[in-house]
């Protein structure tokens, strides 16, 4: 093989090294984007046995050539960016989903209104919501309704619209209209993809639209999300950071990766 010299020459270690070309080097930085959905510059430096800057020259590059996209610390693949999972699907990281939604009790108002976003950790949520509260109760989810209306002290009120099969949430026109004429306490968000350079974002575009007028109709913005969804973008993005009031998600969130999402502008994190 040979070395590429543009690059520049790498620290010595006293011990033999393996030097991969630059078109080597994409190939297997695309490769493994690809397979693993999404790449670490220092466990790639290290592979690769180049600079994590030489790693990161090569992240640009490849994102230019619409191959990859580039996140904090690494890189996802493009088809990450409109992949979304159905609901039935979303098995992963259930413990912290529920610790998430436990934490998410103490933000519930005693009275008023709210909104619960479509999502898994929000459907945790509608089960555990509490009985004794006078509230009306907005949702775009037919699963969530269903889990809060047998509670006799909630008015429990859907969207209307179009029922996406992958999410059971309700879009387009009607729900957009429900959502111009309310005004509510808090609303209780979920998301696909959660970035300190690219905000919040979602795979559907009807999806985003509701979601960015559930941000517009809140007085209080909670979002809920695991630590899964960090450092992702998707395709539609509907809301910045400084949107959002409180962060709750769970201790796989480092406290470093907690005081980045508020130095770029979300007000609070709480690792659940």
């Known amino acids: 093989m040979t070395t590429d010299l543009a690059d520049g020459p790498e ?84 413990e912290e989903k529920r610790r998430i939604a436990q934490a998410a009790l103490a933000h519930v108002p005693r009275e008023g209104a709210v909104i619960l976003d479509s999502g898994s ?23 969530i309704a269903l889990a809060l209306v047998g509670r006799p002290r909630l008015n429990v009120h859907t969207l209307g619209g179009r029922v996406r099969a992958r999410t059971f949430a309700e879009v387009d026109n009607w729900a957009i209209r429900a959502l111009s004429e309310i005004r509510v306490d808090v609303a209780f968000l979920g998301t696909n993809s959660l970035s300190s350079e690219h905000g919040l974002s ?15 109709a809140a007085r209080r913005r909670v979002l809920l999300a695991d630590n899964s969804k960090h450092d992702r973008t998707s395709l539609y993005k509907y809301a910045d950071l ?23 502008g979300l007000r609070k994190v709480i690792r659940a």
């Open 202 to 216: 979602t795979p559907d575009e009807s999806e985003a639209t509701v979601k960015r007028l559930m941000v517009s």
């Open 11 to 94: 620290p010595s270690t006293g011990a033999a090294r393996t030097h991969y070309a630059a078109d080597e080097r994409h190939q297997v930085i695309v490769q493994t984007v690809r397979s693993r959905g999404r790449l670490d510059v220092g466990t790639m430096a290290e592979q690769l046995k180049v600079s994590t800057e030489t790693i990161r020259k090569d992240l640009l590059q490849l994102e230019r050539s619409g191959l990859l996209r580039r996140v904090h610390g690494g890189a996802i693949a493009i088809e990450d960016l409109s992949f979304e999972p159905a609901v039935s699907a979303r098995t992963g990281n259930q």
């Open 121 to 143: 950790t929000t459907t945790f949520l509608a089960e555990m919501f509490p009985a004794d509260r006078e509230l009306n109760v907005f949702t775009n989810t037919l699963t």
């Open 242 to 264: 400084t949107d959002i009031d409180l962060l709750i998600t769970d201790d796989g969130l480092s406290e470093q990766d907690a005081r980045r999402l508020e130095a770029a």
